[in-house]
């Protein structure tokens, strides 16, 4: 059972256009929700991470909008760039308590295309 | 710098042979993972170990087993390889300990093949 949902499973995108991928989550005791980038070859890395007490990230180019009533949450990319193109996985970890607090939960990725 | 290190970049094991994926940190870190990925699917969290000793099951623990004997070193055992093993696996490790929402590093992937 996957407890992340990920969408779309890919994306293509115009040079400086914006990209936007969605994630929605079900279980209540997620309470921090990264996002990894992943480039061909490589492990995925940490690109930017939220937590629920806050509705909105930004870093650089890069912002996470949280809805906690709906359960969701969304990565955009301003200006998209070439050097963008990988996948991203969102993923949902737990709050504190109990050994299960380390365990990262994935969605099931998307592959960014941007075109030049 | 964080390093995890896989040992191996490409396997090829034949159906039915016991595989062993060795991973090693060097963060002093006391949760490592295993996850497989495939495409569509993401990463599917096979086990978890938050100390020496100490395992959970994840979401697909079937055919595999794991062995964490000291703290920077995490095992994962195929038992007897299948053709559906077929896949790339990722060790992850990050702190823990009270320590949450923090960044997990991520070795660079065994492309495992079974034939």
């Known amino acids: 059972q996957q407890q992340v949902k990920q969408s779309p499973q890919s994306l293509i995108v115009q040079k400086g256009g914006i990209s936007i991928i969605n994630c929605a989550y079900e279980n209540t005791a997620f309470d921090y929700f990264p996002w990894y980038q992943q480039f061909p070859g490589k492990g995925p890395a940490l690109l930017i991470a939220?937590?629920?007490?806050?509705s909105e990230k930004k870093e650089g180019r890069f912002t996470i909008s949280f809805n906690k009533s709906a359960k969701q949450f969304s990565l955009h990319i301003m200006d998209s760039q070439p050097g963008d193109s990988a996948t991203y996985f969102c993923?949902?970890?737990?709050?504190?308590?109990?050994?299960?607090?380390?365990?990262?939960?994935f969605g099931q990725g998307t592959i960014l295309t941007v075109h030049p | 710098d964080v390093k995890v290190t896989q040992s191996s970049r490409y396997l090829v094991k034949r159906t039915g042979e016991k595989v062993f994926l060795e991973c090693v940190q060097d963060m002093d870190h006391e949760n490592m993972f295993w996850y497989r990925q495939d495409p569509g699917l993401g990463l599917r969290l096979i086990y978890f170990?938050?100390?020496?000793?100490?395992?959970e099951k994840g979401d697909i623990p079937e055919g595999y087993s794991v062995s964490r004997e000291k703290k920077e070193r995490f095992s994962l055992i195929l038992e007897s390889a299948s053709t559906n093993q077929t896949s790339m696996y990722l060790c992850?490790?990050?702190?823990?300990?009270?320590?949450?929402?923090?960044?997990?590093?991520f070795g660079q992937g065994t492309r495992l093949t079974v034939v």
């Open positions: 170990s938050y100390d020496v000793k100490m395992k």
């Open positions: 939220i937590r629920p007490d806050v």
């Open positions: 992850a490790s990050r702190p823990g300990q009270g320590r949450f929402r923090t960044e997990a590093f």
């Open positions: 993923a949902a970890s737990y709050r504190a308590g109990g050994t299960s607090y380390g365990k990262l939960t």
